[in-house]
């Protein structure tokens, strides 16, 4: 069992949060969930805390997923940092490399997060 961990989903969507949330719960359930519903709530969520992993949305109200994930790489260097997202652009994944973010295709599965989270746990 990975050791405990923080992570921050932000996602518009409550239904996607929630997704990822049972995931989380189900598989590592000493981990510490921070959830947002857009980039401002999550830079005001993430302040003053270590966050380990983080899954972000592209497409959101206010700042999108990249804009997000540059802000929080910057102060969280060592962070796993995935976009999950349904916008499955070529430019969006060369941007999200670029950005040093992973990239999650939606829709959000089982199967897909825990990859990502067994993989951002090692």
């Known amino acids: 069992m990975a050791e405990n961990k923080t992570i921050l989903v932000v996602d518009d ?13 189900t598989h590592y359930p000493g981990w510490t969930i921070l959830e947002a519903g857009n980039g401002d709530e999550a830079l005001a969520l993430v302040e003053g805390r270590q966050v380990d992993i983080m ?24 962070a796993r940092i995935s976009l999950v ?19 999650v295709p939606k829709p959000i599965t089982e199967e897909r997060i825990l990859g990502y989270l067994r993989a951002a746990s090692l």
Do not use: C, H, W, Y
Not at 55 to 78: H, S
Not at 86 to 102: G, M, P, S, T, V
């Open 13 to 25: 969507s409550k239904m996607s949060r929630m997704m990822i949330t049972r995931i989380v719960n």
């Open 55 to 78: 899954t972000l949305d592209v497409n959101m109200p206010g700042m999108n997923g990249l804009e997000l994930g540059d802000q929080l790489r910057n102060r969280f260097p060592d």
């Open 85 to 103: 997202t349904a916008n499955i652009q070529k430019a969006i994944k060369e941007k999200a490399k670029a950005a040093k973010l992973q990239f």
